[in-house]
């Protein structure tokens, strides 16, 4: 406890220097990190919008005499087990696994982080309401969530996201709730209260800009779990319906063929830890950036 | 400390509340849900219709939704949660030990987490824009950027198979606890380090922590009196959150380690659709959760004497 | 500097807590102990309340039955040591062994099979059995070693049924004194109960009054793994030295592994995709024959389940009895494309696709395959995967409401006889909801044969009515005959005298070990 107090105490240190003032781009750039997640990020949202378009093969013909084939020519990065175009997977697969990842949490985030906040700052009746509510989905097995949500729907991309989404408010909620009380009780915002600032006003100017860091950094991480998910899904064979290319299920199947075909492993998994590296490194980015005691 | 029982005890009744509202949300999502348990348990060989409603009618399967849950709930406030619909053995009698078994991954896995988890990010914090820094954020995303299932065949492959160093799955000593915990803590270091790391860094630029060092106050006394309780509480709830999947049980670890565990008595009971069992584990799984979450939010009013005042 | 040393003491904690458990390591399994590791738990050890497969296959080391297949799938006297049936074909008689005992002491005679046949039998207890002894009207005690079972109806598949894991002998005394048999198994068996820890393991050990030859291993732990992957991986650590349902993926690397190999042995499930003949141009048996034709299942058995798969050319695997040869429609673009146009849909037609994902061998990947080969000749095919239980009831509907066009379907007849499939999956009267006839087939000719074929005790005559029953099917084509499967096991090298079945049973009496 000695040791990892005065541990905290020196990390306190360079938050002392003076900000430096340059502009918010300026200094995004300059962070290596940010620089290393925005380039990441702007490679697959270009990989995905436009790869599609520049690739030969179809992602999902098959042609049984060729599967497993190792990278090389015709099939840059090989073939699957049913003979298809990796490379082509691989992009198109990008492209639906990013627009999951990114409704899903846009959406939970929304959704949760709206009630955890609300929850923070009116406390009482309200805040036990919706906090119990939060405990009865926290408790909801996910797979069970899955497959009502399956049978109301129909199997597809649709029901991926909407269960995903469900799974992933309760979390957004405590997780904003937390950072909101951390500083709904400062004097700051006290004195605000006090000054006759509306609570709207308070809200959105003190407490909200202040707890958004943590969620944010928080967002990102939920982000890669949910790819995680799909595949986890798709593990207990509910993922998304083959033969569309997600990297969930992808990841998946490719288990299988590990040691007679170790690229697609190596392919789909080295996509998906570039992805979650990009997108991490870059909510992080912003965070120092925008943080205004940051150097 | 009055303020705290009370707080306790409302809580405790909420959570009677939770727990109605999640076995009645429980209940109907089972038979809303396409699948029926006499068609599971008689398999591909057996279809009679005859027999199939001989079974339903002994089981009460044949009556009103609602008729069934009002009996479900008279059974349980005897401490009754029926028996499996596929094995007939007491619901009860079989969550007990399987919770165990789970209990005991998630805390040796919290544990590794917490402890690898508050290191990188406390480090990571602290030399901020430094190599540690990048280190820090390298090694805690690895553990998210692969699926379970990957992370467990590699390390069952160079451990077990390679090495020849630890048992690849099963239940047993602590030997067989190592490989799932090791994989099952690995997405929540990367979720406890980056949250610690934003939430110190949270903290740091407060007006009070200027103030406090203004004052001449000792770095270590700002640290403990100041940041701490103030930036504890985002990692308190990743941590609670955490254990709370944990302790719900983590069937793709449990799966791949054939663990013997509650995730997968979950994720089993709900492909047989075997609904007593999967309604006990569900109400176990929420009593967990509802309680864990009322020590976390015990805990934050411990470390933040000004939250004492909002629990009214 | 406090940071590192913190750090460097953290680090060497964590290896002193590994170190300290280096010892034990991933080991053998002990000398006089066979671990079978299955995908699945027992569910029930009583074996008239469960006819499924892995309970099945422990069951068969604590129970037994009267008559049992060997390794041919031909029936084998066990407990009865002959039997005869009546002219009339309505009263077989067998006669019992003698000098067996259940695991209690008890005595097997007579009265303890007409006790269990009683039990089978009772509607009051709602036993799936009582389904395979679908014609048994009476069981009595001729004589102390004497048992006569009397049928309504000549009932021609009573033998073969009789195999079944299902149709096995609890002890009378445990059954008269209450013994919850279905955790406390009291059989005659060569292994009696230990203990079970669901989904964990079930340990067995030798009965020292056993009838045969005694086991030669102690004891059997049977052990619940469902990853397969992990199955293939506590093989090659040693922790295991027997796994079933080998991932295909593993086998080549595996037999290159000289402490390791691979048996491979003849099953008889058959995999069929269930076209519903009540649907749009599905009704049309030249669009069905069209669907057969598009499809490679050569191509599907080789780089899909990597040759552990035969393609059928009947609706019953080799192994069963009555196989017949008939039509094997094989893979022919062209003639499938002038099917279609002469059915009139030279351009395909869409249909819905219902399958399990993870169920049978490959099964997701075997449709994904078939989707690609059908949408080669026009027929757009939209998959639509789902859990068992889900799919076990969406397919399960009358014929008007069904939703499925094809329906992937997979059976293996643990009794062997091919009057389980044609009667469960072909009969008009198994239509669902009834029963599983899920391509809504109706050929009232076949109905007829089917029945009359059942009405047959001789076995000879009885094969030879398959033998024209199986072609008026093939040539109906009420499925798209997929595939036969072969059994896969990984098996220590040093572990031998195993025995395998056409059904996923493993015979492990004669079981050694070679050090």
């Known amino acids: ?295 | 400390m009055i303020r705290v029982v009370e707080f306790v005890a409302r809580r405790l009744a909420a959570t009677i509340l939770v727990l109605l509202g999640l076995s009645l949300l429980v209940f109907l999502m089972l038979r809303l849900v396409p699948g029926d348990p006499i068609q599971v348990y008689l398999g591909v060989e057996v279809a009679d219709p005859t027999l199939e409603q001989r079974l339903r009618q002994s089981l009460g399967l044949d009556r009103p939704v609602l008729v069934q849950y009002a009996r479900y709930v008279g059974r349980i406030v005897t401490g009754d949660l029926g028996r499996s619909i596929l094995t007939q053995r007491r619901v009860g009698e079989d969550l007990l030990p399987k919770a165990l078994n789970t209990a005991q991954l998630a805390t040796v896995s919290l544990m590794m987490a917490v402890t690898a988890g508050l290191s990188l990010g406390t480090l990571a914090a602290a030399r901020r824009f430094t190599l540690w820094d990048h280190v820090g954020l390298l090694a805690s995303l690895a553990g998210i950027s692969l699926p379970v299932f990957w992370i467990g065949l590699l390390l069952q492959w160079t451990v077990s198979v390679q090495l020849g160093l630890l048992p690849s799955a099963g239940k047993g000593g602590l030997e067989r606890l190592i490989l799932p915990a090791l994989t099952l803590s690995a997405p929540s270091v990367a979720l406890i380090s980056r949250v610690a790391r934003a939430s110190m860094l949270e903290v740091f630029r407060q007006d009070y922590i200027r103030v406090a060092r203004a004052k001449g106050l000792a770095e270590r006394r700002v640290m403990v009196r100041h940041i701490l309780p103030n930036g504890i509480l985002p990692i308190l709830t990743v941590v609670g959150l955490q254990f709370g999947y944990m302790l719900a049980g983590a069937v793709l670890t449990e799966t791949v380690f054939a663990w013997p565990g509650l995730g997968r008595l979950i994720v089993d009971a709900i492909k047989d659709r075997d609904y007593p069992v999967v309604q006990g584990a569900v109400l176990l799984v929420g009593a967990v959760f509802v309680l864990l979450n009322l020590t976390v939010d015990l805990i934050y009013v411990a470390v933040d004497p000004r939250l004492r005042r909002s629990a009214r | 500097m406090r940071t590192r040393r913190w750090t460097v003491s953290l680090g060497l904690m964590t290896a002193l807590v590994l170190g300290g458990l280096v010892g034990p390591g991933a080991g053998q399994t002990p000398a006089d102990t066979l671990v079978f590791v299955q995908g699945a738990d027992v569910v029930s050890f009583d074996p008239h309340r469960t006819v499924e497969l892995v309970s099945g296959n422990v069951n068969d080391k604590i129970y037994e039955r009267l008559v049992v297949l060997d390794e041919k799938g031909g029936v084998q006297p066990r407990l009865a040591t002959q039997w005869a049936v009546s002219p009339d074909g309505r009263t077989w008689t067998f006669e019992l062994r003698r000098n067996v005992v259940f695991h209690d002491g008890t005595p097997f005679n007579a009265e303890a099979v007409r006790v269990n046949f009683e039990r089978m039998l009772d509607p009051g207890l709602r036993l799936p059995t009582a389904v395979l002894l679908g014609g048994v009207s009476r069981v009595r005690a001729a004589s102390s070693h004497t048992v006569v079972l009397e049928t309504r109806e000549p009932f021609g598949p009573l033998l073969y049924n009789l195999t079944h894991y299902s149709i096995a002998f609890i002890s009378p005394r445990a059954l008269r004194e209450g013994v919850d048999v279905a955790r406390q198994p009291v059989g005659t068996g060569p292994y009696r109960f230990v203990s079970w820890i669901p989904k964990e393991a079930v340990v067995l050990e030798a009965h020292p009054r056993y009838w045969g030859e005694q086991p030669t291993l102690r004891r059997a732990i049977f052990r619940a793994v469902p990853d397969g992957t992990t199955r293939t991986v506590m093989l090659e650590t040693g922790e295991a030295d027997i796994v079933a349902n080998l991932p295909v993926q593993d086998v080549d690397r595996l037999r290159r592994r000289a402490d390791l190999q691979v048996v491979v042995h003849p099953f008889n499930r058959v995999v069929w995709l269930m076209i519903n003949t009540q649907r749009g141009p599905l009704r049309d048996v030249r669009i069905r024959q069209a669907l057969n034709y598009a499809v490679n299942k050569q191509a599907i058995a080789r780089a899909i389940l990597r040759g552990f798969a035969e393609v059928p050319c009947s609706v019953v695997a080799r192994a069963t009895f009555g196989y017949a040869k008939s039509e094997c429609y094989s893979y022919n673009p062209s003639k499938a494309k002038a099917l279609l146009a002469e059915a009139g849909y030279p351009n395909g037609f869409e249909v819905r696709l219902f399958s399990t994902s993870g169920r049978y061998l490959m099964d997701r990947e075997t449709v994904e395959a078939v989707q690609g080969q059908l949408a080669g000749v026009g027929v757009q095919v939209r998959l639509n995967l789902m859990e068992w239980a889900a799919f076990l009831s969406s397919t399960r509907r009358p014929p008007d409401q069904a939703e499925h066009d094809l329906a992937l379907w997979a059976f293996g007849p643990a009794t062997n006889d091919s009057d389980f499939v044609l009667a469960t999956n072909f009969h008009s009267s198994a239509w669902p909801p009834a029963g599983n006839n899920r391509a809504y087939y109706r050929n009232e000719q076949v109905d007829q044969l089917i029945m009359e074929a059942r009405a047959t005790v001789d076995d000879s005559k009885r094969k030879a009515m398959y033998g024209r029953l199986i072609p008026m099917i093939m040539h109906d084509a009420p499925a798209i005959f997929l595939h036969e499967l072969k059994q896969i096991y990984g098996v220590r090298a040093s572990t031998g005298g195993l025995t395998f079945y056409p059904i996923e049973i493993v015979g492990i009496t004669g079981a050694r070990k070679m050090r």
Do not use: K
């Open chain 1, 1 to 295: 406890m000695r040791a990892a107090s005065s541990l905290l105490a020196e990390a306190a240190a360079p938050a002392m220097a003076p900000p430096r003032r340059r502009g918010a781009w300026r200094r995004l750039l300059h962070n290596r990190l940010s620089a290393l997640g925005l380039g990441l990020v702007a490679f697959f949202s270009v990989v995905a919008a436009a790869g599609p378009h520049l690739i030969p093969y179809s992602p999902v013909t098959q042609d049984l005499e060729r599967t497993l084939q190792p990278p090389g020519a015709p099939h840059l990065l090989g073939t699957d087990e049913f003979g298809r175009d990796v490379l082509s997977r691989a992009v198109h697969g990008a492209r639906l696994t990013l627009a999951i990842g990114l409704a899903v949490i846009s959406a939970s985030f929304l959704i949760g982080f709206l009630a955890g906040v609300g929850a923070a700052v009116h406390g009482g009746v309200t805040d036990e309401v919706i906090m119990r509510v939060m405990d009865v989905l926290l408790a909801l097995p996910g797979m069970l969530l899955a497959i009502v949500v399956v049978a109301a729907l129909g199997p597809g991309t649709a029901s991926l996201i909407l269960a995903m989404t469900v799974y992933n408010v309760p979390q957004f909620a405590r997780m904003s709730r937390a950072a909101a009380l951390g500083v709904a009780h400062q004097s700051y915002i006290e004195a605000a209260g006090a000054l006759g600032a509306s609570p709207g006003r308070i809200l959105f100017r003190h407490v909200v800009p202040n707890c958004l860091g943590p969620v944010l950094v928080f967002a990102m991480i939920r982000f890669s779990l949910t790819l995680l998910t799909a595949a986890g899904l798709s593990f207990l064979g509910l993922g998304i319906q083959p033969p569309t290319p997600e990297f969930g299920a992808m990841l998946h199947a490719s288990r299988a063929y590990l040691w007679e075909a170790p690229h697609l492993m190596l392919v789909y998994g080295g996509a998906v830890s570039l992805m979650v590296l990009g997108l991490n490194a870059m909510a992080e980015g912003f965070r120092d950036v925008l943080d205004p005691a940051s150097g």
